[in-house]
């Protein structure tokens, strides 16, 4: 059978990595430039900052920051220098759409919900946990930073009134949203919360909590007073999105061009999911897990086949120290503070955990869940084996430091494996059935483009969005159509792209090096080498690998954003 000889491989596959193109040495300054950057940009006051006055601060130093990277640009650099060259500049030129069209400070009423969450939950932790220092109970410096973040919810969201001088009602009315039942929700917070502090915090916490969701009450109170005036428009428009996806994703497509795309693989996804019907009628449906217990049976099963698969179609070499994904129960989801996790022992090095909710919890049975809990393959590929957790393991290891702290590929790489579950045959453990659920976030993902581009041109509204993906994708329930694909636009609304177009851009790459290669062409080795290259744009992966710059060239010659935000004043 050749799984069992593929289990031999796996124990005696060689670790080494495959010899990559020749890449140059970052040049010192560039390098400088990048982290003094990147520091900047993550730094925190800790005292609650002015909002709008660390917004113009932020306007004038990104300026400058820009000037200081295009004086370094040097054409004589090689192709692996001008790509780091071009990784920084999209970052630097992220922030600036972030500033200038964005504007969250004076458009978005949510921003300072979130603002007083991201305050708190900073210091506890997500529903997937990993690395040191994450254990509880915490210790008395944790402890006193979540009842301060606590204390200063009040200095956030009280700026709101002075700075949403544009504000959008959409947004005001998701910020409604997410505040209704808020005091009984911190209350339930500090409830969860206090057994993993010490005294005196633990007596602390729960004051703490009711006075900030006190201070949420007061917010949404003022946010209902001046919802009528809250008219600004909420479509970016087109200009300001295609500059977007061009400069900061870097894919060389326009809004036009990406609607084809997304009509193409909506087309395909459901012409497959048929075929897979068609081959599955007589097969009964598959089951969800009935508890956490068989639940982790199957992921633990689903990740020692996602190895042996890897292994057996040498997908790429096998690296070193990655642990498996774990499994506990323990998982809790509170509004507006999302998935928490409480573990109490240290993971390995290499390993990360999901913690889980029960079995009848309403978020195991939204979009993602409900596949998730019928076969774990349908998300292992793509989240961690060789997903995300395994691409940003390798990717950090095997490229240059400049390269390290940017990430834009991963959701590239990970639906790319997706497909590459279907056409390799994965072995999911509840049957072939599963296969229908992968078709249908391959039309998830095409809906994604399309909406994307008339979300951002004001053709579709929210509420138009939220229905769209109701009607048209398989499995599709309010939750997520609402909360994912609505919500997040508002702030990040090219994002999603990254999934399909960057897929694209993986079988463009593909194609040109089994083109450039012929007989010489080594599946494994093509892959080493692309994840070798970093978490970057796929276009400047494809770069670098070929030689190829056709995608590549109008970087050199882009409007700078400040001409699209003068010609939509205008």
């Not at 004589?76 to 922030?95: A, F, G, H, N």
């Not at 949420?216 to 009528?228: C, P, S, T, V």
């Not at 590459?420 to 296969?435: H, I, S, Y």
Request: glycine share 6%.
């Amino acid at each position: 059978m050749r799984w069992l000889s593929a289990l031999a491989v796996l124990a005696l596959s060689a670790t080494s990595v495959a010899a990559q193109p020749t890449r140059a040495e970052t040049p010192g300054e560039l390098l400088a430039l990048a982290k003094e950057f990147r520091e900047w940009r993550r730094a925190d006051a800790g005292a609650v900052p002015d909002y709008a006055s660390r917004v113009q601060e932020q306007k004038k130093r990104i300026g400058e920051f820009k000037r200081r990277l295009e004086a370094l640009q040097d054409d004589r650099w090689p192709v692996s220098t001008k790509v780091d060259y071009l990784v920084v500049r999209s970052e630097m030129d992220r922030l600036d759409f972030e500033l200038n069209v964005i504007r969250q400070v004076s458009r978005n009423p949510d921003f300072y919900l979130n603002e007083a969450v991201r305050r708190v939950t900073r210091h506890i932790g997500g529903r997937y946990q990993m690395g040191p220092n994450v254990t509880v109970p915490y210790d008395a410096k944790r402890a006193a930073a979540i009842v301060a973040a606590l204390n200063d919810t009040a200095a956030v969201v009280e700026q709101a009134q002075k700075n949403l001088t544009e504000a959008v009602g959409e947004m005001a009315d998701m910020t409604l949203e997410r505040l209704v039942d808020i005091r009984k929700n911190y209350g339930e917070f500090a409830k969860v919360v206090a057994p993993h502090l010490p005294e005196p915090q633990r007596t602390q916490l729960g004051p703490a909590a009711d006075a900030a969701a006190g201070a949420l009450e007061k917010y949404g109170d003022w946010i209902r007073a001046n919802r009528q005036n809250m008219r600004a428009p909420l479509p970016i428009g087109r200009a300001a999105f295609d500059w977007y996806v061009q400069n900061v994703l870097f894919f060389p497509y326009s809004s036009e061009e990406l609607l084809t795309q997304a009509v193409l693989e909506r087309d395909r996804g459901w012409a497959f999911l048929q075929f897979e019907r068609q081959k599955n009628r007589r097969l009964p449906p598959p089951r969800r897990a009935k508890s956490n217990a068989e639940y982790s049976e199957w992921k633990d099963a689903t990740d020692v086949l996602a190895r042996m698969w890897a292994e057996e179609y040498e997908l790429f070499t096998r690296p070193e120290g990655l642990g498996s994904m774990r499994h506990e129960d323990g998982g809790v989801y509170i509004e507006p503070f999302g998935p928490m996790s409480f573990p109490t022992t240290t993971k390995p090095a290499g390993t990360k955990t999901e913690f889980l909710f029960p079995p009848d919890h309403f978020f195991n049975h939204n979009y993602w869940n409900t596949g998730h809990r019928m076969d774990p393959g349908v998300n292992h590929a793509h989240s961690d084996y060789p997903g995300h957790t395994f691409e940003g393991w390798v990717s950090q290891r095997a490229t240059s430091e400049i390269r390290r702290g940017h990430n834009t590929r991963g959701d590239s790489w990970c639906y790319y494996m997706e497909e590459a579950q279907l056409q390799l045959d994965f072995p999911f453990v509840n049957g072939p059935r599963t296969r229908e659920w992968m078709y249908s976030l391959h039309i998830m993902r095409a809906e994604r483009v399309y909406v994307a581009v008339k979300f951002a041109d004001g053709t579709m509204k929210p509420a138009d969005v939220e229905r769209h993906f109701m009607q048209t994708v398989p499995g599709m329930e309010p939750f997520v159509a609402k909360q994912h694909e609505v919500w997040r636009k508002f702030t990040d609304p090219a994002q999603v792209l990254t999934y399909q177009v960057g897929r694209t851009e993986v079988y463009k790459l593909l194609r040109d090096r089994m083109m450039q290669l012929g007989d010489r062409f080594n599946f494994r080795e093509f892959h080493d080498q692309l994840l070798a290259t970093g978490q970057i744009p796929i276009t400047l992966a494809r770069w670098e690998l070929t030689g190829l710059d056709d995608q590549v060239r109008h970087l050199w010659k882009s409007q700078p954003l400040s001409a699209i935000t003068a010609s939509r004043a205008d």
